[in-house]
């Protein structure tokens, strides 16, 4: 009976006047992970973690297959810079750090803070999937802005040199290099994910964890794919194009410079950060239409994806240098 006793307890305080039977299957589960765990505490931080661990790592290892085989190469941003296995096993290491250095306290210390603001965390029923789609609507809104912003800081001198450098150690990103950063980037830039939620939940007081949930997993899908190195046909940027997307972001890694934002185009274009950007797509795009045979083409590609990236380093140079009041006179 001692063994049992704390589920009792946490029954009568937490579902006391919850008709069961009136529950879909998957909000039964869910209230029986919080009787079977016996604190709301416990139980949150440890659903939040693994969550975050299965849905990054899960959503990682398509790419991983991807980069092993050959056929996708067609499709590679970056054809002649495929991640090796070394590459990314080092890669998983930093990654795994930030996690439990960073992630897994401030993750452990949610279900508090969120209860302070008002969040719902073991409650049920779940809200409407209509509330539920528009509340996460707005919170990419306000990530994307968020992190428009901040990743734009990151790339003044200390901050880029200190913090943000050890994120742009790959020039052609992959996959699991999503959140291969600093655990102070990994905490500022999070930042941006978790505050809209926060925020929200204060001013209006009816926000679920379930919601949060959805939107963290559709945002780690975002970061993860964004890195991935590839554009295919069916990628998402050619059906929504104020989308982002690899495309977009691996421009920003090999380059350096332009596209700050994550999910959405329209900060970059308002603020001409993507001048660069999309001087170097009108010029493959006209590579395209120029009726040049399939290797003179990707002669050309390289060519222009070497000037890119050399000037990518040029421009970090200076950025790294402008932390002595110096600008780098680097050719």
């Not at 998957?26 to 919080?34: D, N, P």
């Not at 009787?35 to 949150?44: D, K, R, S």
């Not at 990994?186 to 379930?210: A, E, K, N, S």
């Not at 239409?289 to 040029?314: N, T």
């Amino acid at each position: 009976m001692n063994s049992t006793a704390p589920i009792y307890q946490a029954a009568e305080v937490l579902y006391a006047n919850t008709d069961f039977s009136k529950l879909s299957w998957l909000e039964t589960q869910w209230a029986a992970w919080y009787l079977w765990i016996g604190n709301p505490i416990i139980a949150t931080g440890l659903m939040s973690f693994l969550l975050h661990e299965i849905v990054y790592f899960g959503r990682c290892i398509p790419w991983i297959i991807i980069d092993a085989t050959p056929y996708f190469q067609r499709w590679k941003l970056q054809p002649t810079k495929v991640p090796t296995a070394q590459e990314q096993w080092e890669c998983t290491k930093q990654v795994l750090f930030s996690h439990f250095t960073v992630e897994l306290p401030a993750i452990w210390l949610f279900h508090p803070m969120a209860e302070t603001f008002g969040m719902s965390t073991w409650q049920v029923p779940f809200p409407e999937w209509k509330p539920m789609a528009a509340q996460i609507a707005l919170f990419f809104v306000f990530e994307d802005m968020f992190h428009y912003f901040a990743h734009q800081a990151l790339h003044y001198g200390p901050l880029y040199k200190y913090i943000h450098k050890i994120h742009h150690k790959y020039p052609a990103p992959f996959g699991l290099a999503a959140e291969y950063a600093h655990p102070a980037e990994v905490f500022i830039l999070g930042t941006g994910t978790i505050g809209g939620p926060l925020l929200y939940c204060y001013f209006r007081q009816d926000l679920h964890i379930v919601t949060v949930y959805l939107w963290i997993t559709l945002r780690l899908f975002q970061a993860v794919d964004s890195h991935s190195g590839y554009d295919f046909p069916w990628s998402l940027q050619h059906i929504i194009p104020f989308w982002s997307g690899a495309e977009h972001h691996d421009f920003h890694h090999m380059a350096f410079v332009n596209n700050f934002s994550t999910s959405f185009r329209w900060f970059d274009r308002l603020f001409g950060t993507d001048a660069k950007y999309r001087e170097y797509r009108a010029h493959i795009k006209a590579m395209r239409k120029s009726g040049m045979s399939k290797e003179e083409f990707a002669a050309q590609e390289q060519k222009l994806m070497d000037q890119a990236e050399a000037e990518g380093l040029k421009a970090e140079a200076e950025v790294e240098a402008y932390r002595y009041g110096v600008k780098s006179k680097v050719a």
